[in-house]
């Protein structure tokens, strides 16, 4: 006599079923994914509200940092690439954000900083009104293996420990 099946430990996760399928390859963010587009947007915005209004903490600024990692990555993909100097000038905006929050404890923007950053989720904005939701998700994917691998990703820590360094004349260490 054969065996008794063994009882499956796994919970049962039933797989994505994608409402329109043509829309999500074929379309642009369009039906299914303008509710998504406008809570993305609304994210965006109210974290850089928040910074602005002083009110910014560490979620904000990862926000932001992530939506204008997103943009450069679709401006590699070819996506806006007309953007690519804003992104590029936005990216280095936040790097002394950054620095600033780590000795202050505050996130804020100073004038130019603010131009530079209002100027940059514009085009980003301008990115998601024309793309596919395939594309986004594709980008979202390559930021995140990015930031896994570190490639291509620049760390406030390491900056700050650097201009500190230069300033005192010490060398910088390997291992930083």
């Known amino acids: 006599m054969a065996k008794p099946k063994p009882k499956r430990c796994k919970p049962y996760k039933p797989k994505y079923v994608a409402v329109n399928p043509m829309s999500t390859f074929l379309g642009g963010m369009s039906g299914d994914h303008a509710e998504h587009l406008q809570k993305l947007n609304l994210r965006n915005h109210g974290a850089m509200a928040a910074i602005v209004q002083g009110r910014g903490d560490l979620d904000s600024f990862n926000l ?11 401006c590699e993909m070819g996506i806006g690439n007309e953007f690519r100097e804003a992104m590029i000038a936005a990216r280095d905006a936040m790097i002394e954000v950054g620095k600033r929050a780590v000795r202050t404890g505050k996130f804020l923007f100073k004038g130019d900083e ?17 793309i596919r939701a395939i594309d986004i998700e594709r980008a ?25 360094n230069q300033t005192s004349g010490a060398p910088i260490s390997a291992a930083q």
């Open 64 to 74: 932001v940092t992530g939506a204008l990692n997103m943009a450069n990555v679709m």
């Open 114 to 130: 603010l131009q530079i950053l209002n100027n940059a989720m514009s085009c980003h904005d301008a990115q998601l009104e024309n």
């Open 140 to 164: 979202a994917n390559e930021v995140v293996r990015r930031v896994r691998h570190k490639i291509n990703t620049t760390s406030v820590q390491r900056e700050v420990a650097k201009e500190d």
